[in-house]
């Protein structure tokens, strides 16, 4: 079963609004999860790092005041794009690291599609 | 040049064939290597995990050369259901992931 779960898996907003999608390490706690973006045939961009009671560290051409990250537990990250825009329709891949063994699990994926 | 470095493919194999790629990578402080499956339009799975003395799971052989900085995975017997792409994935000192642009396989049958 899962072990990192993301939600929605897919989402369709109007240009303007804003979305959230969750990640949960559903059986450990995870200090740190990670948030990428894939487009179509390419491979994932992690754009930042989320950290459970601090900010989130950017990668540089990431907005942060657009894409929103909140770590408010061990067990979930939210990233919120906000005012959204047509070209932020993307994938988007949480993923979280298992202890011991560094083990990278990644939630299912959150198919955003902005209208 | 990048950190991470799969050659694209596709490789286009029939099944039962034997194929292998490879996965360079610039950070001789690497720490922890990972090969990942990913299936279309899906989140990727792991496949397995790299070790320095190398280690099989079934048809799936993966091999980490640290002298040349590169991982590798070895597939025996392709199925069609092995028609995917397969993402290196290596971990950093600094918890920072680098992931390789993947390297897609097509199993005919």
């Known amino acids: 079963g899962a072990v990192v779960s993301q939600h929605p898996s897919r989402v369709i907003c109007k240009s303007g609004t804003s979305v959230k999608i969750e990640c949960r390490s559903l059986?450990?706690?995870?200090?740190?999860m990670f948030w990428y973006r894939q487009f179509p045939k390419q491979s994932l961009m992690l754009m930042a790092t989320?950290?459970?009671?601090?900010?989130?560290?950017?990668e540089q051409g990431v907005e942060k005041d657009k894409f929103l990250i909140n770590h408010a537990s061990l067990t979930l990250s939210t990233l919120t794009v906000t005012s959204a825009h047509p070209e932020d329709s993307s994938f988007y891949i949480c993923?979280?690291?298992?202890?011991?063994?560094?083990?990278?699990?990644f939630g299912e994926g959150s198919w955003l599609t902005v209208v | 040049r990048k950190e991470v470095e799969q050659d694209p493919g596709p490789f286009n194999v029939p099944e039962g064939a034997t194929v292998a790629f490879n996965c360079t990578y610039s950070n001789s402080a690497s720490q922890s290597f990972f090969w990942y499956r990913q299936d279309c339009r899906k989140e990727p799975k792991l496949l397995m995990s790299?070790?320095?003395s190398g280690n099989e799971d079934g048809r799936f052989t993966a091999q980490l050369n640290r002298a040349s900085q590169y991982i590798s995975l070895l597939i025996r017997d392709s199925k069609l259901s092995d028609s995917a792409t397969y993402l290196c994935?290596?971990?950093?000192?600094?918890?920072?992931?680098?992931f390789g642009g993947g390297t897609r396989l097509m199993v005919k049958p």
């Open positions: 993923s979280a690291n298992r202890e011991p063994g560094n083990t990278i699990y």
């Open positions: 989320s950290n459970e009671g601090s900010k989130a560290t950017y």
């Open positions: 994935v290596i971990y950093n000192a600094g918890n920072m992931l680098t």
């Open positions: 059986d450990f706690q995870a200090t740190t």
């Open positions: 790299v070790y320095s």
